[in-house]
């Protein structure tokens, strides 16, 4: 079963846009991560929030967390075709290990 | 710093053979996750161990599939026998400790034909 569910599952945009894309997940966590793939670079990490923590920046990213609504937001300012890829959000939960399940993804498409 | 070493990168049998893969994690990671990911989902964790203790295998089919982790480093995951769906690509992590961030592989592409 997955933790997290992301939305939209897909999404196009102009080079130079913002991208928004949402994470809404179950049950208490300890952190939730970002994390981006192409068929370049495999799977990489972009950014970790903990639980007590409500935005966090890295560079053109902007991630918040409401944990009362169990969601999470990352935002990808002035995008460029390099940022053409899936985003996952992980959920690390659970009271006796820590597991980290990732969530169906968003497929992010920018265009020149 | 190196990364993570997973091989094969590929991989393609027939159904009710045996396959495995190998893991070598960052240096000094405790945690080391192995996830599937089918084409168009998002990964699905199948074991993580910590040190060589299993922390979460909750979605590995016991049936056919076991990993194992020696002396908390090298892990390898087998699957026998193979059936078609297990066609997916089968991803190595590992993290400094639990709750930090998670270093992946480039994985193993799978097809069971």
């Known amino acids: 079963s997955q933790q997290g569910e992301e939305d939209p599952q897909a999404l196009s945009i102009q080079e130079g846009e913002n991208a928004t894309m949402n994470c809404s997940y179950k049950?208490?966590?300890?952190?939730l991560q970002w994390y981006r793939q192409n068929s370049g670079r495999g799977l990489v990490h972009l950014i970790l929030i903990r639980s007590n923590e409500r935005e966090k920046h890295s560079g053109r990213l902007r991630v918040t967390l409401d944990t009362s609504k169990k969601s999470s937001s990352l935002l990808i300012t002035a995008s460029r075709a390099a940022d053409t890829a899936s985003y996952f959000c992980a959920t690390d939960a659970g009271a006796a290990g820590n597991k980290l399940t990732f969530g169906g993804g968003t497929r992010v498409l920018v265009k020149p | 710093e190196a990364g993570v070493a997973q091989s094969p990168r590929y991989k393609i049998i027939e159904k009710r053979q045996s396959v495995a893969f190998w893991c070598n994690p960052i240096?000094?990671?405790?945690?080391l996750y192995w996830y599937q990911q089918i084409l168009g989902q998002g990964p699905k964790l199948l074991i993580q161990?910590?040190?060589?203790?299993?922390?979460?295998d909750s979605q590995l089919p016991k049936d056919r599939f076991s990993a194992e982790r020696l002396k908390g480093v090298d892990s390898t995951l087998k699957i026998q026998p193979a059936k078609l769906e297990d066609s997916a690509v089968y991803l190595c992590?590992?993290?400094?400790?639990?709750?930090?961030?998670?270093?992946f592989g480039q994985g193993t592409r799978l097809t069971v034909v």
């Open positions: 240096s000094g990671h405790a945690t």
């Open positions: 992590a590992s993290s400094l400790w639990a709750n930090t961030e998670a270093f």
């Open positions: 161990f910590q040190n060589n203790g299993v922390v979460d």
């Open positions: 049950t208490s966590i300890n952190n």
